[in-house]
């Protein structure tokens, strides 16, 4: 049995979240079973973690070599560990897994959310006497007790088990396809993608913990169809992207417009096609010579990342029983990318429309989320709305703008163009006069701030105010712009913030 992500990866707390993962020194089964409870618990919804035996700490990073147990440990611990599965309440039976590593052995425990939730385990599973029983919890990096209002919410998570965790009753193991499983592994550097032939699709997907029912009757979860076959329309209806481009805008002249083939495929697959799509027609860069400045500023008409980071989002939290397709549309003004439903209830009216984070609970996809972040697809921890608006600042776009109706029936994600761009005939031309003027207006002001720095020294903002003559605040947001363009760092600070010449 091996791991579905690399070790290496693992041990680095590279692709998954740090408060996902445990470090271990040694087999410590009344501490190391409350983390076990606590994963399959997943009261944050993140998908269980991951328990390293064998593997030391220091400030929360793994100690290499690491320290690893003895190899006649190994048959040992599995075996205490059949005991102290059943002693959690319902059983729960975390996969562990046997690993070399730096020339010693390891023991990894892969604790998923448990799909009989909540779970309770007895304050020591090594006690002889009468066993008192908890819920256990994730919080932050640790394991701990929960307190009478998150047992009540435990309970009532019971019943929520994420679309994409839930079994498939349709689906068999020739709809998998090999090719896809493999290459997913290989991407994320396990070494389970070079038994894919040699053992077979179930055996592979039975080690991911993709499978759900009992031995003679397995079933396939939702999210390895959605991984892993080129024919999800079979499974999940009108699974496609639909791309549409109004050239003219979609309200000013919706008659002429451009509609592409559908993309089709796995999730990955569309969303790569996607990407090479935007890629290989829609974005475009612009090259803008600053007056007595040796370096050229370079910008996007829309920057690749946060382009990326929409679609994403738009597969993540997509309701896959929803006979709606991913919907595109290229305005000559921004770009909308839609899907069903909208934003969760608990995000509030505000939030939506100031655009910043939106925090939610309840994931509908979250082990799709998962693959997504393992493939560096996705951001964790709610922060995808933020990577899309500062790729947006980074190149000097407007912000991106979130609607949806009053039902929460669909979500649109605006990402409006560079100011200095407009699709017109597939080409780049210059924006409207006053755009163009604003545009000029602003590479001088560029062009005095460099100047006046050129000595190479810290500068106060009051000292640039004076030179350009403008207001406080339009300054600062001029020089947050040539930090974000690499042109200038700050000193980090809040109040008395200073600037010079990168």
């Avoid at 990342?305 to 006979?323: G, K, L, T, W």
């Avoid at 939106?358 to 995808?384: A, C, Q, T």
């Avoid at 709305?385 to 949806?404: C, H, V, Y």
């Amino acid at each position: 049995m091996e791991l579905e992500i690399s070790v290496e990866d693992l041990l680095n707390k590279r692709k998954i979240e740090s408060d996902r993962i445990e470090f271990k020194a040694g087999w410590n089964p009344d501490d190391i079973y409350h983390s076990v409870c606590a994963f399959a618990n997943d009261y944050n919804n993140d998908g269980g973690g991951y328990i390293a035996v064998g593997v030391e700490e220091k400030n929360g990073v793994a100690v290499r070599p690491v320290k690893g147990i003895p190899e006649y440990m190994l048959d040992e611990i599995q075996k205490e560990m059949l005991s102290y599965n059943n002693m959690i309440a319902p059983p729960y039976f975390p996969k562990a897994i046997p690993l070399e590593v730096d020339g010693k052995w390891i023991l990894v425990i892969v604790a998923r959310t448990g799909q009989q939730r909540p779970y309770k385990s007895p304050d020591h599973v090594t006690g002889k006497k009468d066993k008192k029983y908890n819920y256990y919890i994730r919080y932050l990096t640790s394991s701990v007790r929960a307190n009478s209002e998150q047992e009540r919410e435990l309970i009532n998570m019971a019943d929520q088990t994420p679309y994409d965790c839930r079994a498939n009753h349709k689906a068999v193991f020739d709809d998998i396809s090999p090719v896809l499983l493999e290459d997913h592994l290989r991407k994320t550097g396990s070494r389970l993608a070079k038994q894919v032939k040699e053992r077979g699709v179930e055996e592979i997907l039975e080690d991911m913990q993709l499978l759900v029912g009992p031995p003679e009757l397995r079933y396939i979860q939702n999210v390895a169809i959605m991984m892993f076959c080129e024919h999800l329309d079979r499974f999940f209806p009108y699974t496609y992207v639909q791309m549409t481009s109004f050239p003219q805008g979609s309200v000013e002249n919706p008659s002429v417009s451009e509609d592409f083939p559908n993309i089709t495929g796995s999730v990955p697959q569309m969303i790569q096609a996607t990407m090479e799509r935007f890629r290989n027609l829609f974005i475009r860069e612009k090259v803008i010579k600053v007056p007595n400045q040796m370096e050229a500023l370079r910008i996007k008409n829309y920057p690749y990342q946060a382009i990326e980071e929409a679609v994403v989002n738009a597969f993540y939290h997509r309701d896959y029983m929803s006979c709606e397709p991913v919907t595109i549309e290229i305005e000559p003004d921004c770009i909308n990318i839609m899907n069903f439903p909208g934003i969760d209830r608990s995000i509030s009216e505000k939030t939506i429309v100031e655009g910043k984070r939106f925090v939610s609970r309840y994931y509908r996809n979250r082990r799709l989320g998962e693959f997504l972040k393992e493939l560096d697809l996705s951001e964790g921890h709610s922060s995808g709305i933020p990577t899309i608006q500062e790729e947006l600042e980074k190149n000097g776009s407007p912000r991106a703008e979130f609607f949806t109706d009053e039902d929460r029936r669909a979500m649109r994600i605006r990402i409006p163009i560079h100011p200095a761009f407009l699709e017109e005939n597939n080409g780049v031309v210059e924006n409207d006069e006053k755009a163009t003027k604003k545009m000029t207006k602003k590479m001088k002001q560029y062009s005095l701030i460099l100047n006046f720095m050129a000595d190479g020294e810290w500068h106060k903002t009051s000292e640039i105010t004076e030179i350009l003559g403008l207001k406080d605040t339009r300054t600062k947001e001029l020089l947050k712009e040539l930090v974000l363009l690499d042109k200038l760092v700050d000193n980090g600070k809040t109040k008395g913030k200073q600037y010079r010449l990168k």
